[in-house]
């Protein structure tokens, strides 16, 4: 069962707007100054019917404060864009963490995720079931016949967790600013796909909380990895 990201009631108002427009709509919504909600907390996390998102309790004790400049918090550029599930070079156990910390993907393993695979991770996966039935790609769902699509977006990573919230009780969350790199989570992103790295020396951060017990439970209490921050070319359905 997936872990639940906890967020401010702003955050999950923004994201609730969001969530039920298609792509072209969620692209423009900056488009008229009025109703631009770009500046709002949630803008740039992921769409919310893939998480398992939840207001943070009133009253929650926050075990744990992780900020933008951390050295426990990253965003590997060889984690970044499209992940299948036989990539060469993944952290262990990957594939487990990152789904009990991010639900499922946003789009299909049927369609061009294959061509928007992280450059470190790249291999050839095999498209012969979807030339065979082209219908497996119009019907925008995953499809067991190919890999599976692991992670597609900008990944954080976040180490070393376990000793640091020995004292701590389930019921504490440790609190994490994740900078927004507006060079990267744009249209036209060209170095999405490079190995330039995330800029966490930002005017914009997201803030998201994990609660101790979720993190105790997780594949890995020390590696966590969330598939979690919105980027306007997953979106727009560009390579899609």
Known sequence: MPATIYVSQASLDTMALIAPLDYYDRCTLSDVPETDPSGRPGYYLKHLDHLDVSVLPEGALIALHLDAGDSAVSFPADLRGCIFEHAPSLPPNYHAIISYWSGTTFHSNAGGAAYYQCPAQTYMVSLAPLHANPDLISSCNSTPLIDALVSEG?????????????NASDDDFVSIMLPIDSDLVCLDNGGFLTSQPYRIETARAEHIFLKVGDIRQSPNPDAIYIDILRFEELDYGMYY
Do not use: E, P, R, T
């Open 154 to 166: 900008i990944v954080v990573s976040i180490v070393g967790l376990h000793s640091k919230l020995a």
